[in-house]
């Protein structure tokens, strides 16, 4: 048994922000709250006294596991850059108990051969590491992957997140596939037309640079047609990664006209902006790139009336090598697993803009629910998957457990310390 004392408990499946005391016993919740029973539990599930582990969490938060169901964890094929043990160790220590990984791996997950090598290792993770299928082969944008096959074999999606699927027909007959399947479809949403450089937004910057930039009419293009595509044929679509304030207002539409229409948002298109490629350089690029503050102040309002429903990191590790590159060169993307917790309270909670309990619906329960998993919750009987931290406790930026260091967030002070990570009822982390 872990007996976790003095706690806030946060929980957004029961609606609980309280002070109390939280049970696990083996891999499951046995008791929370604030009238607790500890001795009763001990005896009902014949617990003795020297196997428990207790956890004064005194001016702490608990809070079910957090879920980022948009990561990049590079294997097969890239484990230069991480692999999917550091992948779920950067997890770990970023409060996460559930991860799901994007297919653009090397070969691409459009084959169940491929996804059956992620998942074993996956299994051997002290996290849960789902993994997502490709919706077209080899991603090349033209004929559709056996869809049953991968989600007989237990694919938590479809994707081809990294390049857009332009064929309209191809995209329909997933969608309506997808819907038969009970399973989302998550688009990476950028028309090549309108980027004549990717990774930096079209703009003030990307002209002081003399550098092409990527058009917010490439992301808005390919959400109006998208959301469009899903309310005809009703399947359930995430908007992947959202950068501009237009697409903001096209999910937003879609959903009032009852579409199973999602979107995620990364901390760093809610923290920062183009102006950041100016003092981080090639940290600051990505696809979809940052933009503008009123791109960055339209993503908080979609996240505070719920047009936003997830936050994601896009955990995108590269190498130094690569990153050292001039921006033409270098590859887009940055880590995001170990400071999102802090970016969203840094962000998003501090400033008042959504409370703690919505910030856990939006990194937890939300995204597990997006891909059809039971939402971690503290009600007796859910899986003991829990992270504990200190809402306003800082702690410097300085290393990670992810093999790449490309982030723009290194040397910040954040708040938002975890203190520990508990998977299954194991601690896989404790900082």
């Known amino acids: ?21 939280v049970a696990l016993v083996d891999n499951f919740v046995a008791g929370a709250g604030k009238d607790l029973d500890i001795e009763d539990i001990k005896a009902r599930y014949d617990v003795d006294g020297n196997d428990i582990q207790t956890i004064d969490a005194t001016g702490l938060v608990v809070a079910p596991g957090l879920v980022d169901t948009h990561v990049h964890f590079r294997d097969p094929g890239f484990t230069y850059k991480e692999d999917i043990d ?5 997890a770990a220590r970023g409060g996460f108990t559930t991860v799901v990984c994007m297919a653009n791996t090397k070969p691409v997950v459009d084959n169940v051969e491929t996804l059956k090598y992620i998942q074993e290792k996956g299994e051997k993770t002290p996290i849960h590491v789902l993994q997502t299928a490709t919706v077209t082969k080899g ?10 096959a991968l989600e007989e074999a237990g694919a938590a999606g479809f994707t081809d997140d990294g390049l857009p699927i332009m064929d309209e027909a191809v995209l329909v007959e997933a969608l309506n596939k997808a819907s038969e399947l009970d399973l989302p479809v998550s688009l990476h949403e950028e028309d090549p037309l309108f980027v004549k450089q990717p990774g930096v937004n079209m703009g003030a910057v990307s002209e002081k ?16 047609r998208d959301v469009a595509l899903a309310l005809g044929t009703g399947a359930t679509l995430c908007i992947q990664h959202i950068s501009s304030k237009n697409s903001v207002e096209f999910v937003r539409a879609a959903k ?31 696809n979809p790139p940052l933009r503008e503050e009123s791109d960055r102040q339209a993503i908080i309002e979609g996240i505070k009336d719920g047009t936003i429903d997830m936050i994601v990191t896009d955990h995108a590790p590269h190498s130094k090598e690569e990153k ?11 880590i995001g697993l170990e400071t999102s917790l802090g970016l969203g309270i840094k962000s998003l909670v501090q400033p008042g803009h959504i409370s703690l309990l919505k910030l856990m619906e939006l990194m937890s329960k939300n995204p597990a629910e997006l891909y059809r998993l039971i939402p971690g919750s503290m009600k007796v009987g859910a899986p003991a998957d829990i992270v504990i931290f200190g809402e306003n406790e800082e702690w410097k930026v300085e290393s990670f457990a992810s093999k ?8 910040w002070t954040l708040p938002g310390k975890v203190h520990y990570t508990i998977c299954n009822g194991k601690v896989v982390y404790e900082g």
């Open 404 to 411: 790449a260091e490309n982030s723009p967030f290194k040397g």
């Open 324 to 334: 050292d590159r001039d921006m033409a060169a270098a590859p887009s993307g940055i």
């Open 209 to 224: 640079l003399e550098y092409g930039g990527a058009s917010r009419t490439a992301e808005d293009v390919m959400v109006a």
């Open 1 to 21: 048994m872990i007996y976790i004392k003095n706690a806030r408990i946060v929980d957004p499946v029961t609606g609980i922000d309280e002070i109390g005391d």
């Open 256 to 286: 009032k006209l009852g579409g199973d229409i999602h979107a995620e948002a990364t901390p760093h298109h809610f923290t920062l902006t183009e102006d950041a490629v100016l003092e981080y350089g090639t940290y600051a690029r990505m």
């Open 139 to 148: 991603m090349a944008g033209k004929d559709l992957v056996d869809m049953e």
């Open 86 to 90: 550091t992948g779920a160790a950067a």
